[in-house]
């Protein structure tokens, strides 16, 4: 118990200043994302707040950030209109929740462990050229579509492209200027020299380009009253005073709509949706997490069941994990669970503190975070380094990029995932490894020989048996007999050298390339 509270502790100058900016990108997202869903906007607040309060604790995950979700938002609108009350679709939010803690003690996760490896990063592209792509107009001060949209068909029956054309020929003057200095400072803060000096450090980009904004908006409002930013393209936050205030702005469910049966098939579509982009998050987040770490994903489900039945309870709309935040928390230095917390924290704090403030903060600027974000999540390097691995691995990606650029995350990775499942039958299934213990004086040896052809179907068996590997033993993974691994399994394998060390587990690895090498055995 010591030793995890030093770990916490020690990487406290590192996950604080990330839960600052995940706070920053989390407020108008929940905000956004409960408008869009035709929910009280305080809605998206209860959710972000329990996400980060209560989920992630309750998760296996480090890096993960929980809230309202944009890909729930037509499931959301539907549902509410479908039950005919927002305190009885809170109801089917509940049993939503109830499902997913079943589902979880059922390690129905296991699913988790069967995504292709190049479907989760070309969804990782995919999300980061939507971020770039749909916060151009908010960043030219345009868009007023929900901030958070990741939809190529808007509500406004405007597209993805076509939103961006007109913003080009309807720039907002102000709020473009406070998006160009927002973004210079973010970029400023990813040279060296920053990096280097101990008190600029120390200063989130983000918050300080947020500060600059409102600075500049506000001298605008004294010299340049045309170009003030306001409106639909500043936060808005609900202003709350006092606890009864609070209270009156909490929703409760409505449970006498149980003998209703069109709430048991709300709550059914809410779990499975939420749950299976739950799992595509949690993959991704581990693919960008620098230390490899793996979420065990049947406590995942229970901690997400567990979310969604106070976010029910008390008025929230549904939750997931969710990319957008999980990955911002990965790029500002987040290195444990409590920088999640830390914007859940902030978040219940600003309902109270500074309302006042936060609806200062214009759009334009938190446009410019996520655009940073956008970009590192889909850096040219990626699609280069897909293409260099084979068709069998670059088609199945650049399918998923585009599949989820021109519809929405969820139809897009299926679309993707049917690409890939295609490759991966053309492979034959074979025994993936024969497993082997000796026994020594000293400790225990186990010799896994990997089998001639080992697919991506081998993986989840592979990482399973890695999981049950005794401690303080040596480990020899042996690929001498091999034509062909796969490129997950190789992932899966090396992936394992990081946390063999944290188990002191002598790893050795006996003719198994490098990632980014061959994976064709000869």
Known sequence: MKRKLNYYTSNLKNDIP????????????????????????????????????????????????????????????????TLGAYEAFLAAVVLAGIIQLVLGFLKAGIIGLYFPST?????????????????????????????G????????????????????????????????????????????????????????GA?????????????FSLSFPQLVVGGDHLVKLPRINSFDGLLSELKFPDFSILSNYEVYVVAFTIAIIASIETLLSIEATDKLDPHKRRTPNNRELKAQGVGNILSGLIGGIPMTAVIVRSS?????????????????????????????????????SLAAVLLMVGYKLTKISLFKTQFKLGYDQFIPFIVTVLAILFTDLLIGISI????????????????PYFLK????????????????????????????????LPENCIVEINGENSMY??????????????????????????????????????
């Open 18 to 81: 990330a839960g600052l900016v995940v706070f920053l990108v989390a407020l108008p997202l929940c905000l956004g994302i409960a408008l869009a869903s035709g929910a009280p906007l305080f809605a998206g607040i209860v959710t972000g707040i329990i996400g980060g309060l209560v989920v992630s604790l309750l998760s296996g995950s480090q890096l993960a950030v929980s809230g309202p979700a944009a890909g729930l938002t037509v499931i959301v609108l539907n549902g509410i209109e």
């Open 119 to 147: 479907v989760i990063k070309g969804m990782l592209a995919a999300i980061g050229l939507i971020l770039i792509l749909k916060q151009i107009p908010h960043f030219l001060g345009v868009d007023s579509d929900f901030f």
């Open 149 to 204: 949209d990741q939809a190529f068909l808007q509500p406004d029956l405007k597209n993805t492209f076509s939103e961006i054309f007109y913003s080009v020929f309807h720039v907002g003057i102000g709020p473009m200027i406070i998006g160009v200095v927002s973004l210079a400072i973010l970029i400023l803060w990813t040279r060296p020299f920053v990096k280097k000096n101990k008190i600029l450090s120390m200063l989130p």
């Open 207 to 219: 918050l300080i380009a947020v500060v600059v904004s409102i600075l500049i908006n506000y001298v």
């Open 328 to 364: 911002a928390n990965i790029e500002s230095g987040g290195e444990t669970k409590i920088a999640s917390f830390f914007h859940g924290l902030l978040l219940f704090a600003c309902v109270f503190a500074i309302p006042a403030i936060l609806n200062m903060i214009p759009l334009s």
């Open 416 to 431: 993707g995932m049917v690409v890939g499942i295609y490759y991966i039958l053309r492979a034959n299934i074979q025994t």
């Open 437 to 468: 213990k000796e026994f020594h004086p000293d400790n225990q040896k186990i010799k896994i020989s990997l089998s001639e052809h080992v697919s991506f179907l081998n993986k989840a068996s592979m990482a399973k048996t890695f999981e049950r």
């Open 485 to 522: 691994i796969d490129y997950d399994v190789l992932e899966t394998i090396h992936n394992f050298k990081e946390t063999a060390k944290e188990r002191n587990i002598d790893l050795q690895l006996v003719n198994i390339p490098a990632i980014g090498a061959s994976i064709e055995m000869h």
